[in-house]
């Protein structure tokens, strides 16, 4: 317990990619420039998403809460991966680990749920568009959406807490570049069995479970898809619903490979770049997913800006 008080009072140190010192400044430019795409791309659909009369339905509210999302997401992250990978002190103080913590895996557990209110909105939309706009009314919506992030918010409290009571016995070296659930375990000494099933646990229900309610909503969907008469209906609601699942893969997928990976046994390579994937690139390219694959996006993106030119 010595220990676990030397580490409130120094910090840790997260390691990142420190063994391979060539490759920080490369890991800098590229995680700077995905971040600077993360905050434009997810900005300018929060903007659309509230100046264009026409984005003003279900779909684009919960659009805008997952690029507000995003934009949590890897703020909370990436301005301290980008400190420790620019100089050559790697630590963060104690304080600032437990903030990383919890609200990483709030947000992370936010959007595993945000990204079923989708799922379901888009199911309604398709197959059962008669009864679509008086169900998914804007009180459901923002209950929905309510629901979700303070779902997220329990679970990080619950989980985040629980793996702080074990000792850390003096270890500080944190090997990836966030403080996560994973990445706390590996510091433990002792017997982390309980905690490693309590992670298990509930990164089934935040990811297998969702994805599973994903998929089937969207076999649904596609069924009703091939029912449309019209070419042009069938090629809108395939596109809009080809975005989401392009949204839900990588994001499930690199969460579940990260979280479900045995904390004390995976690869120690794959547990530092796995973070990554869902902390910095799923992020940016979740709006150029929508925004390349959706009329109505870009036509909003037209009218604002030939507003602009306008006013200019």
């Known amino acids: 317990m ?77 301005p301290q991966m980008l400190i420790n990978l620019w100089g050559s002190s790697k630590t963060i103080s104690y304080g600032g680990c437990m903030t990383q913590l919890y609200v990483f895996l709030w947000l992370g557990a936010t959007e595993c749920i945000l990204l079923v209110v989708m799922a379901f909105d888009r199911y309604l939309a398709v197959c059962r568009p008669l009864h679509y706009t008086a169900i998914m009314n ?14 997220g918010l329990g679970n990080s409290v619950i989980q985040s807490t629980f793996t702080l009571q074990l000792p850390l016995c003096g270890h500080r070296r944190v090997e990836g570049f966030l403080c996560e659930v994973p990445a706390m375990i590996k510091l433990a000494c002792g017997n982390t069995r309980l905690n490693q099933a309590v992670l298990n646990g509930v990164c089934t229900f935040f990811t297998a479970v969702p994805l599973s309610i994903i998929l089937i909503s969207y076999c649904l ?12 209906g069938r090629r809108t609601s395939f596109n809009t619903c ?71």
């Not at 091939?226 to 070419?231: F, G, H, M, Q």
């Not at 490979?257 to 902390?279: E, T």
């Open 221 to 232: 969907i596609a069924q009703a898809v091939l029912k449309i008469r019209s070419a042009e």
């Open 138 to 151: 804007p009180q459901l919506c923002w209950l929905l959406a309510v629901i979700a992030w303070l779902g």
């Open 242 to 312: 080809l975005s989401h699942l392009l949204v839900v893969v990588p994001f499930y997928g690199s969460a579940s490979y990260g979280y479900l990976l045995p904390a004390k046994n995976g690869n120690q390579d794959q547990g530092k770049f796995i973070p990554l994937f869902y902390s910095v690139v799923t992020p940016m390219v979740n709006p150029l997913i929508y925004t390349l694959r959706n009329m109505e996006v870009k036509g909003a993106l037209r009218r604002l800006l030939g507003k602009g030119r306008e006013v200019g």
């Open 2 to 78: 010595d220990g676990a008080n030397d580490s409130s009072l120094q910090g840790f140190v997260l390691m990142g990619i420190s063994d391979h010192p060539q490759l920080e400044m490369i890991f800098f430019i590229a995680i700077l420039f995905s971040y600077l795409l993360t905050l434009l791309g997810n900005s300018t659909i929060i903007l659309l998403s509230h100046l264009d009369a026409r984005l003003h339905t279900p779909m684009y509210f919960f659009l805008s809460n997952l690029s507000s999302l995003d934009l949590a997401f890897t703020t909370s992250s990436v």
